[in-house]
């Protein structure tokens, strides 16, 4: 299977409108949903209007800032939550060089999803919010960055750390590496209130 198709431009079908939407859904100005995610302002402006492309960590930050998945950022068909997740109906998706499969259902209070990290793809975006993540290498070498230290991750080898901590992650090896990924998403009461309660949106 192929991943999604994208515009003459490069672009993922309909995100650019759909991070507006969805910031508005949340209750957020473009300020606020910038601070939360630990981007500028103007990066996030440039990302709602399809002057930027984003990256799989920035779409996996947002998903969380407005309570939502990946799927639903990139403007997927959400269908009633179901147990099993076959293999072959996982669409292979892309987002900042990086290819990831849902390897979950959509609705829960984690989200889970099987990720390729190509070697050279790390992005310099460093990661911190309310929250947990756990990681699983599968293949490959993983280098994670957790606040000021740096550990490097083999085949079988796994992480579950609180998202607070500052954090990055990037393939440690030519080959890339695969992950299985879960993380929980900020859609209860007690998150909204832990991330500072809605504010009006432009």
Avoid: K, N
């Amino acid at each position: 299977m192929s991943p999604l198709p994208r515009g003459a431009g490069g672009e993922l079908p309909a995100v650019a409108p759909r991070l507006r939407e969805l910031r508005r859904r949340a209750g957020l100005t473009l300020e606020a949903a910038a601070a939360r995610a630990a981007l500028s302002p103007a990066h996030l402006s440039r990302l709602e209007t399809g002057q930027r492309h984003p990256s799989l960590p920035v779409l996996l930050t947002l998903a969380r800032v407005y309570g939502t998945t990946v799927s639903e950022l990139l403007g997927e068909t959400v269908t009633a939550p179901d147990a099993v997740v076959r293999a072959a109906a996982a669409r292979p998706q892309e987002a900042g060089g990086w290819t990831y499969w849902p390897a979950g259902s959509p609705g829960r209070a984690m989200q889970a999803l099987r990720v390729h990290v190509p070697h050279g793809r790390q992005g310099d975006l460093v990661r911190t919010h309310p929250g947990e993540e756990w990681l699983y290498v599968r293949a490959g070498r993983l280098r994670l960055f957790l606040g000021e230290t740096e550990q490097v991750l083999d085949e079988g080898d796994s992480a579950h750390f609180d998202s607070l901590t500052p954090h990055r992650i990037g393939a440690a090896a030519p080959a890339g590496v695969d992950l299985l990924f879960v993380h929980t998403l900020m859609q209860s009461a007690p998150a909204a209130l832990c991330l500072g309660g809605p504010s009006a949106a432009h």
